[in-house]
């Protein structure tokens, strides 16, 4: 029997992060009380840190992922293009509702914080359907059309041109919701190409974001390069 060997998802870890911080703005609009200021604000400052986010995220899928399809199979990212377009739209608007909602008063303010919680609901189900075209469709394409090493190159680049506070931030969604080894392999990439400052900051914001015994787990695998290293 042939060992299961996957092929390298360069959307796999990223949009986990991207389920996960969707589901947290989601609940934090709904536990908002849109009367008392601080948590208005604090709410709102999440919405937009997301929206940001995942506009930038699909600037990124359009600048490295798109053509890399189209270089090889045209025509095999349109739907997905297209979909990006539509998520463009619905993130002016929803920006544009957070806008009206800061500038009412009174019970007003309640009946737009619902609306803007059910608009953002509905842009998370929207984004969850898109996400499952890319990680089916978008890899069925960039699987048939590139070798493994091709991809991570792809990705490389992509990763290259991301300022170090959005990575910062999206690597506070991504970790914790990777799986182990998604998340040593990452770590492991990261340790060899980043300064070493910069490493540490990242296990140091990541630490409270996990159990113990996830935390045990990655101190363990993250020694032992060193370990086999020094016996060597
Ligand atoms: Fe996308």
Redesign the pocket.
Known sequence: MEAFAPRYNIYAVIHKGLRAWMAHTLQALGRADWLDAEDSAAALAELRSLLAVCRSH?AH?NDFIHPAMEARRPGSSGQ?QG??GEHVRAIDTLLARAGALEAARGARRAELGYALYLALAMFVAENHE??DI?EVRNNAALWAAYGDAEILAIEQALVASIPPPEMMLTLRWMLPSASHGERCALLMGMRAGAPAEVFAGVLGMLQPLLTPRDWTRLQDALAQPAEMAKAA
Do not use: I, Q
């Open positions: 699909l899928e997905t979909d990006h898109h996400m890319e």
